[in-house]
């Protein structure tokens, strides 16, 4: 069985544009959350998706936002990019977000802004 | 949502056993506790998860006090390749975790 499937590996952008991650979850997993992780604040989740709905979302401005698809599949984009917005983005998915489910992790996407 | 203490680095030898604490005094009856490793710039990869009682798999033991207020991460027979950063987490409903700062393992020859 394939793992969680992020696309693309590396990214490089500049200041003020957008770009969109996106991430592919294990076949039959049907929840999906999205975390960054930077140096100076750790892994800090951003949102979580479930059967095309938004179900929990973390501290993070208007500007990062995501959507699921029918498929499970999963985006998220960023708008008026910053700097600070420089960090490895991570996907990871589970079955339904069940407190007794493993959640697997993606090996994230590294995004530079400049 | 319950959080975790654990320290921020240890040493190991290889091939002795690592064993790493986590403190969670505030968990909720329902909420697991997970464990979870991550090399420098990979996704973290989970290593064991648990309710109530010990729990043993291929990659390590958890041991949770009975008052589950505390938990233990033991690596049998570290390896070089078990250098990493590793998280505990308490669960909640979702899958909003919250991964603290995590033990820095390293692993001496």
């Known amino acids: 069985k394939a793992g969680v499937t992020q696309t693309p590996r590396y990214l490089i952008k500049t200041r003020g544009q957008q770009v969109t991650l996106s991430c592919s979850p294990i076949?039959?997993?049907?929840?999906v959350s999205w975390y960054q992780q930077t140096p100076g604040q750790g892994l800090q989740f951003l949102f979580e998706?479930?059967?095309?709905?938004?179900?929990n979302k973390g501290n993070f401005p208007g500007r990062f936002s995501g959507r699921q698809f029918s498929n499970s599949r999963s985006e998220m984009n960023v708008s008026t990019l910053e700097l600070g917005d420089s960090a490895l983005y991570l996907c990871?998915?589970?079955?339904?977000?069940?407190?007794?489910?493993?959640?697997?992790f993606g090996s994230g996407t590294q995004l530079s802004v400049l | 949502d319950a959080k975790t203490t654990q320290p921020p680095s240890m040493d190991c030898a290889e091939g002795r056993a690592a064993n790493l604490p986590c403190n969670h005094s505030?968990?909720?009856?329902?909420?697991?506790v997970y464990w979870y490793r991550q090399i420098h710039s990979q996704g973290p990869q989970y290593i064991i998860h648990?309710?109530?009682n010990n729990e043993t798999n291929e990659m390590a033991s958890l041991i949770i006090t009975e008052d589950r207020k505390s938990s233990t991460l033991i690596l049998p027979h570290a390896t070089l390749r078990d250098t990493a950063v590793y998280y505990c987490?308490?669960?909640?409903?979702?899958?909003?975790?919250?991964f603290g700062t995590g033990t820095s393992l390293t692993v001496i020859p």
């Open positions: 990871a998915s589970s079955l339904s977000g069940q407190s007794a489910e493993k959640l697997f």
């Open positions: 076949s039959g997993h049907r929840s």
């Open positions: 998706y479930f059967s095309e709905t938004q179900r």
């Open positions: 505030t968990i909720s009856g329902n909420e697991y």
């Open positions: 648990g309710l109530k």
């Open positions: 987490i308490v669960r909640p409903t979702g899958n909003q975790f919250y």
